[in-house]
C-alpha cells in the first residue's frame, strides 16, 4: 500500500507508472486500486504530509497482518505518534532522496546516485524490506536512526525557513546579504541542536556547499503552502527542533 496525498494516489491508480533509477534504467510498476484491506500480510509506504498522520492511523490502527510501516515525511512530528500507535517494532522511519514525479509521464524519478530509500539500519536484513526492494527494484540505504532523521532535517528546515519568509526562492536569498547571512546563522544553530541530540556526522561547511549547489530558483514546499494558506508542517519541523533545543538548554538568536 502507498497512503499519501490525493495527487500522488491519482497518479498511482493510473496503474501505468514508471520508476526510472539514476542510471536511466526504467521499470513499470502494477499498481492497484485497492478498497478494502487485504487478509494477507502488507507493508504500507506512508507519503502523505504529517499533518495527515491521524488519518492513516485512523485506516490501519489494529490490523494485525500489518508488518511493516516505512514513514517518510519531513520532519520529526509524527514519530512519537506513530510509535505509541503501533510501536517502535514494525515502524521503519526514513526518508527520500532526490525524487521528482511527473504527473504528465507517469514518472517517479530518481534524480542522484544515492539511495532513493534511506531507512533504519535495524531493518538492514528485515525480510519484508528485502522483500519490497526486490519487487520494485528500486536502491535503499540505510543508516543509524540520529543520521536517518538529521541528515536531511537540518538543511530542510533552513531552507523551509528561509524560503516561506517572503515567499523567496534560494537565489533571490543569496542576492540579499542580510538574508544569506541569516540563512547561514540558522543552518549553523539548526545543526548544533542535532549534535546535541546525537547527530555526529554534520560539518557546516558541506551542508552549506550542498545548499548553494541547489538549482537558484528551488523554494520548498512549506513557502508554497504557506503564500496558498495551506496547512504546513512547521510544527512538525522546526517546532519540535526548538523543543529539543529548549530540552538541551541550547541559546538561539535567530
Sequence with gaps: FVFGRKKTCKLLKSKKLIYESSSGERNNIECNNLLELPNKNFIVIVTCKSYDIDSFIEVFK???????????????????KLTKEFGKEILVFGNISNLSISRKCNTFKHNSGKGLLNLDI???KDRYINYLVKQCKISIKFYNFKTLIWKKLVRLNTISLLTSYGFKNLGQIFKSKKLTNDMKQLLFETLEIAKSDGYKYGNFNKEWNFINELPKKFRSSMSLDFKYKKKTELEDITGKILEIARKKGKELTL
Design 62 to 80: 489494529k490490523k494485525e497482518n500489518l508488518k511493516r510501516i516505512i514513514c517518510v515525511q519531513n520532519g520529526i512530528g509524527h514519530i512519537e
Design 122 to 124: 535495524r531493518f538492514k
